[in-house]
């Protein structure tokens, strides 16, 4: 897979469950991020997880790193149809100057909570 | 609550014309980019700005694209001469002086090349 690759690539839930997606990335990291995108929208940052944490929270948001697998997942508890858009996850790598981080993106998984 | 904002939201140009996507990031951040993402594709990173010089650029940015903060507020996107392939939407972002670094995007110029 390649750097910062979701899955699912589409998800459908009810309102009220849990929704989980998965990223995987390749190389080392310093960080990693989440972003919601509705539709044709721009892109909001959701929770940063830093690769010396493994579990970080944000309202009903859960996100998890496993460096060793090179995997993070993030949770949304509780779904609500608000929550229906497209969320990437985005991992940091240093740039070589090491000055600051560019932002890699995943393809996303498209998340549609029915009332 | 600060936010980067982008203009303007949709841009339609000719093949071969030049195009300036303007925007105005949070007022104390220092780092800046530029990423795009064509219709249906990933968000791409074109290129990183800090200090007044470019900092990081992708194979994607070549020299038909140049940035530049022209002021102590402004950040701008260049397209020389514009091709079909450069439709997308393109997103600025920034990003504050100390870590974890966090990038906060605007919401983004659409640009149509006709």
């Known amino acids: 897979s390649q750097q910062g690759e979701e899955d699912p690539q589409a998800l459908s839930i009810q309102e009220g469950e849990n929704a989980t997606m998965n990223c995987s990335y390749k190389?080392?990291?310093?960080?990693l991020q989440w972003y919601r995108q509705n539709s044709g929208r721009g892109l909001v940052h959701l929770i940063l997880?830093?690769?010396?944490?493994r579990e970080k929270h944000s309202g009903r948001l859960r996100v998890t790193l496993d460096t060793s697998k090179k995997s993070s997942s993030l949770l949304i508890t509780a779904s609500r149809a608000a929550d229906t858009a497209s969320y990437f996850c985005?991992?940091?790598?240093?740039?070589?100057?090491?000055?600051?981080?560019?932002?890699?993106f995943g393809k996303g998984t498209l998340l549609t909570v029915n009332p | 609550e600060p936010e980067v904002t982008q203009t303007p939201s949709h841009q339609v140009t000719q093949m071969g014309q030049e195009v300036i996507l303007r925007c105005v990031p949070i007022?104390?951040?220092?780092?800046f980019y530029w990423y795009r993402q064509i219709l249906g594709q990933k968000v791409e990173f074109l290129v990183s700005?800090?200090?007044?010089?470019?900092?990081?650029k992708s194979e994607i940015f070549d020299d038909q694209f140049s940035v530049e903060r022209p002021d102590g507020s402004n950040f701008t996107l260049k397209i020389r001469s514009t091709k079909l392939e450069d439709s997308a939407m393109y997103f600025c972002?920034?990003?504050?002086?100390?870590?974890?670094?966090?990038?906060?995007f605007g919401p983004g110029t659409r640009l149509t090349v006709t």
């Open positions: 972002a920034s990003s504050g002086s100390g870590p974890p670094y966090e990038q906060y």
């Open positions: 190389t080392s990291i310093n960080n």
């Open positions: 997880i830093r690769s010396n944490e």
């Open positions: 985005a991992t940091a790598s240093l740039n070589s100057g090491g000055s600051n981080y560019k932002l890699t």
């Open positions: 007022s104390n951040h220092l780092y």
């Open positions: 700005f800090y200090n007044n010089e470019i900092s990081e």
